[in-house]
T-cell receptor
Framework: RKEVEQDPGPFNVPEGATVAFNCTYS??????FFWYRQDCRKEPKLLMS???SGNEDGRFTAQLNRASQYISLLIRDSKLSDSATYLC????????????FGPGTRLSVLP | SAVISQKPSRDICQRGTSLTIQCQVD?????MFWYRQQPGQSLTLIAT?????????ESGFVIDKFPISRPNLTFSTLTVSNMSPEDSSIYLC?????????????FGEGSRLTVL
């Protein structure tokens, strides 16, 4: 079983739609969780950290379920500019060398 | 945030040759990370480069194939040696945010390598 697994996608959704991505991780000792966004032919950039209580940033909501070892990202009112690959990242701590990147889920928001 | 410059941004190389990728950061950092992203895949950590000591390699990566230099706190190089087509990939340099302890990683724009 891979350490971090994600829906492979691609997800093709119309503008304004709500879309949810799922991520599961295998190491129950994991302590830090993130969603990164990677545009085509660009480097990954942090979208948001994921906290146990869940967190929201505008149209984006992240949830963590430690018992099920599951992370989700919800995007509401999708924009064309949301088209990208979303990478789930899990770490044993907050040190970069201990992060594991998921394979990513590709999202295309269509006009 | 950190600003990271990588070069070359892309290159096409012949098999059997070697290529050195440079990474320059606009601030002093203890650790620099080198990742590989193969076509259609996610990021895999190659090694962690510490200033003043040998790099720490992840499983499946060895120093002879990917020698790393870290001469100071703002610069590192990764060499891909004796290249084969399987080395065709994007190589990314990264540093972590330290002041706030958020764990955020900042990446360079990557070096896209094609080996013929």
């Amino acid at each position: 079983r891979k350490e971090v697994e994600q829906d492979p996608g691609p997800f093709n959704v119309p503008e304004g739609a709500t879309v949810a991505f799922n991520c599961t991780y295998s190491n129950s000792a994991s302590q830090s969780f993130f969603w990164y966004r990677q545009d085509c032919r660009k480097e990954p950039k942090l979208l948001m950290s994921v906290y146990s209580s869940g967190n929201e940033d505008g149209r984006f909501t992240a949830q963590l379920n430690r018992a099920s070892q599951y992370i989700s990202l919800l995007i509401r009112d999708s924009k064309l500019s949301d088209s990208a690959t979303y990478l789930c990242v899990v770490g044993l701590d907050n040190y970069g060398q201990n992060f594991v990147f998921g394979p990513g889920t590709r999202l295309s928001v269509l006009p | 945030s950190a600003v990271i410059s990588q070069k070359p941004s892309r290159d096409i190389c012949q098999r059997g040759t070697s290529l050195t990728i440079q990474c320059q950061v606009d601030s002093q950092v203890t650790m620099m990370f080198w990742y590989r992203q193969q076509p259609g895949q996610s990021l895999t950590l190659i090694a962690t480069a510490n200033q003043g000591s040998e790099a720490t390699y992840e499983s499946g990566f060895v120093i002879d194939k990917f020698p790393i230099s870290r001469p100071n706190l703002t610069f590192s190089t990764l060499t891909v040696s004796n290249m084969s087509p399987e080395d065709s990939s994007i190589y990314l340099c990264s540093v972590e945010e330290l002041e706030l302890g958020t764990g955020e990683l900042f990446f360079g724009e990557g070096s896209r390598l094609t080996v013929l």
